[in-house]
């Protein structure tokens, strides 16, 4: 397992800290009047999201968290399980729903995701930042307010509920942020 010195950890890097995977979120370098120089970092743990702070002696050696990223395109879901094939490859992965309960709202055959696979598991997959998804269940759109403050309560195609602005019908294709849930424009 390769490793990195306290000095050489920058934002963004991937470390493993008792045995767990981390994303450093800052590393400051504590230079005190008396005493060995010191890190000290934050970091977040990348399997529950946990923010910690660590302290390193200035010059120890961390491991590097053997994490990968993976752009994945979705093939179907079957079952309890989502078919994800690198487009490159063409290898074809098994995941299951349950390892990513709460993003499964966004999941729509034949798009990209980003698949993190920590020692060979996958352990988290990404929708793309913005998705165009069309409405299938809302109250009938309203004449009148086009500032967009005024939401009611809508059904994505694929089963996620969002709030939209009044003035948005049923069958209406629209673009959807999948970081927040919210609604961002028609397309």
């Not at 200035?58 to 994490?67: C, M, N, P, R």
């Amino acid at each position: 397992m390769s490793q990195a010195s306290t000095n050489e950890v920058k934002a963004g890097m991937k470390v493993e800290i008792e045995n767990e995977p981390y994303v450093v979120i800052n590393n400051d370098f504590v230079k005190p009047g008396k005493g060995q120089a010191f890190n000290k970092m934050r970091v977040k743990n990348i399997l529950n999201g946990k923010v910690i702070e660590k302290t390193f002696k200035s010059g120890d050696k961390l491991d590097l968290a053997d994490v990968e990223e993976a752009p994945m395109r979705l093939l179907y879901v079957q079952g309890d399980d989502a078919i994800f094939m690198n487009d490159t490859s063409f290898e074809q992965i098994s995941v299951p729903l349950s390892s990513f309960e709460e993003k499964k709202q966004w999941l729509m055959d034949d798009i990209v995701y980003v698949i993190l696979f920590y020692k060979s598991s996958v352990i988290d997959v990404t929708p793309p930042t913005f998705m165009v998804m069309k409405i299938t269940e809302t109250s009938p759109g309203l004449r009148g307010d086009t500032s967009g403050r005024v939401l009611k309560a809508a059904t994505l195609q694929t089963g996620a509920k969002i709030q939209v602005p009044i003035f948005i019908n049923e069958g209406e294709t629209i673009k959807v942020d999948t970081r927040t849930g919210e609604y961002v424009s028609r397309v």
